[in-house]
T-cell receptor, first 115, second 112 residues
Framework: DADVTQTPRNRITKTGKRIMLECSQT?????MYWYRQDPGLGLRLIYY???????NKGEISDGYSVSRQAQAKFSLSLESAIPNQTALYFC??????????????FGDGTRLSIL | GEDVEQSLFLSVREGDSSVINCTYT??????LYWYKQEPGAGLQLLTY?????DMKQDQRLTVLLNKKDKHLSLRIADTQTGDSAIYFC????????????FGRGTQLTVWP
């Protein structure tokens, strides 16, 4: 089983719909992240959470919200989807050891298309 | 600037060496990472280097770090068609613990 699991893997929906993307992890990491990837733009950080009670905005949080339901679960919501939110979305996790090696571990992504 | 910079495309012939370059932004960055993304998959950690090192070798991979110029490179020896992927450079900046800042990715194409 994957350490970082994202559901669904693919989703097609219509403008104005509410969408929730889910992420769960079995790595026991405190920190979780949501990114979006657009061709030629790399990864941009949407939101991140350093523990269950901590939520922080990233570079492009407008139009998105998150919920950290438990250490292992971090969901991303689009309250009213718009076509320019069509992208590949990644969840990632990392350990919380300050100042040391903290690589991020990624899920396989959710491909979201908004018509 | 604030961005981590990478060239977008690199093409090499199978068996040759590939060198992917990256310019990062923060001279106090602690760790620098290389990730690989194959089609339809997430990012896989390939290797990393700590800022007090100049070079790190791991089998076919060699990472070189020039702190003065804030330049990082990834060399892949004896490049194979299975190395075709997008390669991302990322830095852990000293002032923002826990966050990684990614370049736009370099698409490596290996021709047989």
């Amino acid at each position: 089983d994957a350490d970082v699991t994202q559901t669904p893997r693919n989703r097609i929906t219509k403008t104005g719909k509410r969408i929730m993307l889910e992420c769960s992890q079995t790595k026991g990491h405190d920190r979780m992240y949501w990114y979006r990837q657009d061709p030629g733009l790399g990864l941009r950080l949407i939101y991140y959470s350093f523990d269950v009670k901590d939520i922080n905005k990233g570079e492009i949080s407008d139009g998105y919200s998150v919920s950290r339901q438990a250490q292992a679960k971090f969901s991303l919501s689009l309250e009213s989807a718009i076509p320019n939110q069509t992208a590949l979305y990644f969840c990632a996790t990392s350990e919380s050891t300050t100042g040391s090696h903290q690589p991020q571990h990624f899920g396989d992504g959710t491909r979201l298309s908004i018509l | 600037g604030e961005d981590v910079e990478q060239s977008l495309f690199l093409s090499v012939r199978e068996g040759d060496s590939s060198v992917i370059n990256c310019t990062y932004t923060d001279s106090s960055s602690t760790y620098l990472y290389w990730y690989k993304q194959e089609p339809g998959a997430g990012l896989q950690l390939l290797t990393y280097i700590f800022s007090n090192m100049d070079m790190k070798q791991d089998q076919r991979l060699t990472v070189l770090l020039n702190k003065k110029d804030k330049h990082l490179s990834l060399r892949i020896a004896d490049t194979q068609t299975g190395d075709s992927a997008i390669y991302f450079c990322a830095e852990a900046r000293g002032s923002t613990l826990g966050r990684l800042y990614f370049g736009r990715g370099t698409q490596l194409t290996v021709w047989p």
